[in-house]
């Protein structure tokens, strides 16, 4: 598998819903290549919290509605007691929707599934190594058998 090819860019939400920024508190998410960095801090006690979720350890991601019909976060580690984003007032549909389909994303290249995926790949791409391998002595057999030089196993058989 390409290396560059599954490199995500770093991307960086801010995730407050109106009622964090009445509170002076800030929360944001940063989308790294393997991991999500989620930071919260509360500028008035002075006081946060920044943890750090490989993308195959998230887990429910999505969206989800809060107060009705307000479009919120669910990032995958709501069992750390975090409850869902609502970003803005009322929820931004087009960030919230942005968001899940990034984390939804890097999950399924970063998690079980991707790395199921690169263990498949990188199988494939033994098997045609060895093929060639294959290939390549029995090419060196019959050049070998033709100048008539004898294989080094041969040699050994012989002692």
């Known amino acids: 598998m390409d290396d560059q090819k599954d490199q995500f860019e770093v991307k960086h939400y801010d995730v407050r819903g109106c009622c964090d920024s009445c509170c002076c508190l800030t929360k944001d998410l940063t989308l790294l290549d393997d991991e999500l960095h989620y930071k919260s801090w509360c500028y008035a006690c002075n ?6 979720f490989p993308y195959g350890e998230l887990s429910g991601m999505g969206e989800v ?3 009705c019909c307000c479009p919120a976060i669910n990032p995958g580690f709501s069992h750390e ?5 609502t970003i803005g007032c009322c929820g931004d549909q087009k960030v919230t929707t942005e968001i899940v389909e990034e984390l ?22 033994m098997n045609e190594l ?5 290939r390549v002595e029995a090419s060196v057999a019959a050049i070998m058998k033709h100048l008539k030089i004898r294989s080094p196993m041969e040699e050994q058989k012989m002692q």
């Not at 006081?47 to 750090?52: D, H, R």
């Not at 939804?104 to 791409?125: F, S, V």
């Open 47 to 52: 006081s946060g919290q920044e943890k750090v």
């Open 65 to 67: 509605k809060q107060c």
């Open 81 to 85: 007691n975090e409850t869902p984003f």
């Open 104 to 125: 939804k994303k890097r999950a399924r290249a970063r998690g079980d599934i991707g790395q199921m995926k690169k263990t498949t790949e990188l199988h494939r791409n």
């Open 130 to 134: 060895l093929a060639k391998v294959a």
